[in-house]
């Protein structure tokens, strides 16, 4: 274990494990507060890599390495939670990870996950773990249909994940596992998706963000605004739970809690991310810290910043499919002067991959979600098509 200093202050080096768009907005923050950035990842020119100081190519698998890049940095956090558990405790050996490895262990396996939640009392739908053919069918007879079924690890933006309906649907949803462990979830039919990213310090001192209200699409986060429609009484329950899990799993970083708003007005954790999280990109330029300079105070152990909402606020993610008939017309689509534009540096846009985001803040919420949702659309300058996608649910709020 390392012994060196629990505060990181600014002049520093941070390492990120992870390459990706949250790495590179983590890296822009702690740059902009005088750090210095390592990135670690198997690929190169990367979306953090290019804002890096240093970018170091190798397989998480690749030990020797992952030590070497270790002893150059004075704290380790990560920008997503798929990092094998071996290369964070390597890393633990030379320098503080924050959060710990424990928290990325629980987080990175949706049965962990779920079971965790469930016996520290936390409220989520009901699950159960599926190896076999026969776990399955007796999941449908206990938990009945509609259901979910997801692979308990590698999965996010709802991959790896296939409603049930029918039946008959059994046996096709139990191969298309190939293998892999599932879990069987009970379908909920919620209201509406809201998310609570939340930063814990190493003393205990917690900040929450406003609650976020989420609209996918296909799956994956399309919309986001703030402050979410869901009374103030709700909002400040899912903070509470929000406190609860931070301080349970003793996250010393940040953490993201994704929720269902049950149709009677309940709250169901859905998902947790022990990091930075898409629906928090409108804290770029609608909150006084935003959730990327949050996360490198938590884990440099420095005082959290404010999390005020300065105004109410949208994001539109862009994803490749925005390329489809050639380079978008930013021009146009930045011609209202209010709307801020994030590209995260992708060479290739292919459909369904994250590029970018806009965000826009204003006198309300649904006017900042006009705003961003008007400006997404006048990118295309020429009519398109929507490219064909795979079998989804798409979500109803
Ligand atoms: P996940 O990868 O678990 O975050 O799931 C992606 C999306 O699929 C969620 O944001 C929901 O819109 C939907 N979803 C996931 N699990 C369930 C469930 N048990 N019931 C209803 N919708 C779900």
Wanted: with cysteine; charged share 20%.
């Amino acid at each position: 274990m390392s012994t060196k200093s629990p505060v990181v202050l600014p002049g520093a080096t941070l390492g990120v494990l992870g390459s990706g768009q949250l790495g590179r907005m983590f890296t822009i923050a702690a740059r902009r507060l005088g750090y210095r950035v390592h990135i670690f990842s198997p690929d190169t020119d990367t979306p953090a890599g290019q804002v890096g100081d240093l970018e170091f190519t190798a397989p998480y698998e690749d030990l020797d390495k992952v030590r070497e890049f270790a002893r150059g940095v004075d704290v380790v956090t990560f920008e997503f939670e798929n990092v094998p558990s071996a290369t964070s405790r390597a890393c633990a050996e030379i320098v503080p990870v924050r959060p710990d490895g424990s928290v990325l262990h629980i987080t990175q396996q949706r049965l962990r996950e779920k079971s965790f939640l469930q016996s520290n009392g936390f409220p989520v739908t009901p699950f159960r773990r599926i190896q076999t053919l026969v776990d399955l069918e007796e999941a449908v007879r206990d938990l009945g249909l509609p259901a979910v079924l997801k692979t308990a690890s590698f999965g996010y933006d709802g991959k790896g994940q296939r409603m049930l309906r029918e039946i008959h649907q059994v046996p096709s949803a139990f191969a298309g596992l190939a293998g892999a462990e599932g879990i069987y979830e009970a379908f909920v039919d919620f209201e509406k998706e809201v998310s609570v990213v939340a930063a814990r310090s190493a003393s205990g001192a917690f900040e929450a963000f406003p609650v976020f209200e989420n609209v996918h699409s296909n799956h994956i986060l399309d919309i986001t605004f703030a402050p979410a429609d869901i009374g103030e009484k709700l909002a400040a329950e899912a903070v509470q739970l929000a406190r609860g899990i931070l301080d349970a799993l003793q996250v010393v970083g940040l953490l993201t809690v994704e929720l269902f708003v049950t149709r009677d007005g309940r709250l169901l954790v859905n998902e947790l991310a022990p990091r930075t999280h898409n629906s928090g990109h409108l804290t770029l330029d609608a909150c006084t810290t935003c959730q990327f300079e949050q996360q490198v105070r938590a884990v440099c152990g420095l005082p959290l910043g404010s999390t005020a909402l300065t105004r109410p606020a949208a994001m539109a993610n862009l994803l490749g499919d925005v390329w489809t008939p050639g380079t978008p017309d930013w021009a146009s689509s930045l011609s209202d002067p209010s709307v801020k534009l994030h590209l995260y540096g992708k060479a290739e846009a292919r459909p369904g991959r994250k590029m970018g985001h806009l965000n826009a803040t204003a006198a309300t919420a649904a006017e900042a979600v006009r705003q961003v949702r008007d400006a997404r659309s006048r990118l295309a300058s020429v009519p398109r098509s929507r490219p064909e996608r795979t079998e989804g649910r798409s979500n109803r709020s």
